[in-house]
């Protein structure tokens, strides 16, 4: 299977080419305390250490459920991420079809290691004929062999619970596992994590240097995570700001909003675990957890 590629821009953003306003913009990381009042809820000692009580990650099923919102409020407008496994279409980013509840590109191969696995549980899907054509544009925006009959049939197997499952498993194999991983082995929590996963779906984690791996390295120039010493509200703080930097590198990417106006209101509220209720901002749109 391949190797992640940089992640689409979401739909709504790169559809409506909102921009934010000075509200929405960042507060660096240097606005966050260094240190944190003893007891409090970013103090640099992992919560576990604390309290003798193990935290909750991300993979909670719960904080999960979480994620999926957070997640889908950004990429598709909407907090029901389970009826985004049958959307497809083309947004013009140069990454050809975007489709399901992660964004899958037909360019980028993630697309098509997704529908290896679905034929390789369900041989002779309706989707199984395409494999070619997705071997051949791998790499491109090209929608040679595909096409609205492609679109059609990405949609009926959408019913197929075979499909809707492989969809999940690729989803956490490629994404959220490898971020909740990270998240734990840095000592961050559920937020942190979420900082994580968020990122690893815009961006994946290849070598390029807006790649999660280098918005971490970028991030341990300034902070360190708690697992090295450091202080966790700082440590997502200076996360965050590497994530920005990265966005702001591509055009498409250039509304930060889903950090800005999002991850970085949990933070600044100390809101380590994303405890409901919640209540952000994606695009000047207004969500809400309860």
Request: hydrophobic share 35%.
């Amino acid at each position: 299977m391949t190797t992640p590629h940089r992640r689409p821009v979401s739909r709504r953003a790169l559809i409506a080419g909102v921009l934010l306003g000075s509200a929405a913009l960042a507060v660096p990381v240097t606005a966050l305390a260094s240190t944190d009042a003893p007891g409090s809820a970013g103090t640099s000692a992992p919560a576990a250490a604390r309290t003798g009580v193990q935290r909750l990650g991300l993979d909670d099923p719960a904080k999960k459920e979480i994620a999926m919102k957070l997640v889908s409020s950004a990429e598709n407008s909407s907090l029901d991420w389970q009826a985004q496994y049958k959307y497809i279409e083309d947004i013009d980013d140069g990454r050809g079809y975007t489709a399901g509840i992660i964004g899958f590109c037909s360019g980028t191969g993630d697309m098509l290691d997704l529908v290896e696995l679905y034929t390789q549980r369900k041989p002779g899907n309706v989707l199984a004929k395409y494999l070619p054509a997705l071997r051949r544009v791998n790499g491109t925006d090209s929608h040679s062999g595909l096409g609205s009959a492609f679109e059609r049939d990405w949609k009926t197997a959408a019913s197929d619970s075979a499909f809707r499952t492989a969809q999940n498993d690729e989803r956490d194999r490629v994404y959220f596992n490898p971020a909740v991983s990270q998240g734990k082995s840095d000592g961050i929590g559920v937020l942190g994590q979420f900082a994580y996963y968020d990122a690893i779906v815009m961006h994946g984690d290849g070598d390029d240097s807006t790649s999660f791996r280098n918005i971490r390295k970028r991030a341990l120039r300034s902070a360190k995570p708690p697992a090295q010493g450091g202080s966790e509200t700082t440590w997502i703080g200076a996360f965050l700001d590497a994530r920005v930097w990265a966005m702001k590198q591509e055009e498409a990417h250039s509304d930060t909003s889903r950090v800005d106006t999002a991850q970085r209101v949990f933070l600044n509220k100390r809101n380590l675990d994303l405890n409901t209720p919640l209540d952000w901002k994606v695009y000047g749109d207004s969500y809400h957890i309860g």
